[in-house]
């Protein structure tokens, strides 16, 4: 089993900027990619960016150029810095870890931006 818990939600103006973390722990050998999904009010979950245990980065169209997903390996924690957000990014952030084929999630977290 994969423990996932994230951190750094919270309140924001538009314009401004928040840093998510999230934090694997338990049988975490064998992890192929770490990333962040959202859901905004009345809005499907959707991937926001992923990255492999390759190094390899994916993002949404909405966040290229404003959001960086990184990794540090020795504290198995992903981050998600996120830059000149905007109203439409508010939504509950989730992070989940993939290991094996099965994806581990976290509770997620509130990330509000006020215009």
Request: with cysteine; glycine share 12%.
């Amino acid at each position: 089993q994969v423990q996932v818990v994230e951190s750094g939600g919270g309140l924001v103006q538009a314009g401004g900027s928040l840093r998510l973390s999230c934090a694997a722990s338990g049988s975490i050998f064998s992890i192929n990619a770490m990333g962040w999904y959202r859901q905004g009010p009345g809005k499907q979950r959707e991937l926001v960016a992923t990255t492999t245990n390759v190094g390899n980065t994916n993002y949404a169209d909405s966040v290229k150029g404003r959001f960086t997903i990184s990794v540090d390996k020795a504290k198995n924690t992903v981050y998600l810095q996120m830059n000149s957000l905007k109203p439409e990014d508010t939504a509950v952030y989730y992070c989940y870890v993939r290991k094996l084929l099965r994806d581990y999630w976290g509770q997620g977290t509130q990330v509000t931006v006020s215009s």
